[in-house]
């Protein structure tokens, strides 16, 4: 069962659970610790738990992330227009984002520097900084699965010496160039 957070006027969130008044940052981490909420109007009971959690997200550190040129044609954009916006592109780019990081996530074991590029900042920022002609353009299907198969007793052995020796070319080359100030 959801914990009940009802929104006064002053903008005031009072946790019903704890029967005590909690600020916007202490909601936050309630959901992030994995609680589910119901915002709802002290007054008319209205739910108030989408518009809530929007200012959750768009008060946060991840509103940097979103250009000033993007949320400018967000605000331009009719409702109907920028309902489909977020319901096909938004969530078809998060789809595909969490498909490529499960697949970083399987072949990690094997290549251990696969799920650097997917920290959630740079994911993000990746998602907008597309160009504004480009949103009307479907995003492409999530690639498939990695095709499981058994490494070769042999094989990780190799690839990490491989490795090691591409890292030992790499500090040799680094070495040998001088550093700029």
């Known amino acids: 069962m959801p914990l009940v957070i009802k929104k006064y006027s002053n903008r005031r969130l009072y946790d019903t659970e704890e029967s005590r008044y909690i600020t916007l940052d ?31 997200i768009l008060e946060g550190p991840a509103a940097k992330l979103l250009p000033v040129p993007l949320l400018t044609q967000l605000v331009r954009m009719q409702d109907d227009a920028l309902g489909e916006f977020f319901g096909r592109y938004v969530s078809a780019t998060l789809e595909l984002y969490l498909t490529a990081k499960q697949g970083a996530q399987a072949v990690s074991p094997y290549f251990p520097f696969a799920t650097m590029p997917f920290s959630a900042g740079n994911a993000l920022a990746r998602l907008f900084t597309q160009q504004p002609g480009s949103w009307d353009v479907a995003p492409p299907p999530p690639p498939p699965p990695p095709a499981r198969r058994e490494p070769e007793p042999s094989a990780p052995s190799e690839d990490f010496a491989s490795l090691r020796r591409e890292l030992d070319e790499l500090k040799r080359s680094l070495e040998k160039k001088p550093r700029r100030r």
Not at 31 to 50: E, F, N, Y
């Open 26 to 56: 202490e909601l936050t981490e309630r959901i992030r610790a994995g609680a589910d909420v119901r915002v709802v109007d002290a007054k008319t009971g209205d739910d108030l738990t989408q518009a809530t959690l929007t200012q959750v």
